[in-house]
């Protein structure tokens, strides 16, 4: 039985070959930030990318770059890694890639295939949410603006809730408030 053992795919290699891959696939998409590969692949790539991007954040000094430098393969792409994505996702709390599954299988052997790519980019096939903090930080600033300006800013909370349209009796059909 396969119990609390790491649930981690096998992609039909041996670890270090899966190992190998891997490393070659985030080196890829660090590199154009988009790749298209086979949905299992990508499931697995998208663990350890993110991990990647985590070293950016919490190792900014040369012990991130070691630590991102035993996964990468090129310079060019730690350099990226530091300089351009690590920034990018400063204020974002995870959930730095998207895995989208194409609808066309391969052709050669009809396996499913999937294009995943980092979030918040320029050319990005859909847009991601915008993180929490990046709202707050937005919205702090745009209160700084208008009270600089001399506008009064407006708490547009409680005019939103009133528009909100909640189900009634009559839109119920069935007696009972609520959505039934």
Known sequence: MRKRLAQYRKLGRTPEHKWAML???????????????????????????????????????????QMAMKIVREKPAVTKLFEVLGPRYEDRDGGYTRVMKLSRPRAGDNAPMATIEYVDRPGEIRAARVPKKRKEKYFDNLREVLENAGIEPVDMTEELKSKRRLPTEKQNGNGLAGWG
């Open 23 to 65: 490393r070659n696939m985030v080196t890829s998409l660090i590199k154009y930030e988009r790749i298209v590969t086979t949905v299992p692949k990508a499931k697995e790539l998208r663990h350890l990318a993110d991990k990647v991007i985590g070293y950016t954040k919490r190792h900014t000094t040369i012990h991130g770059k």
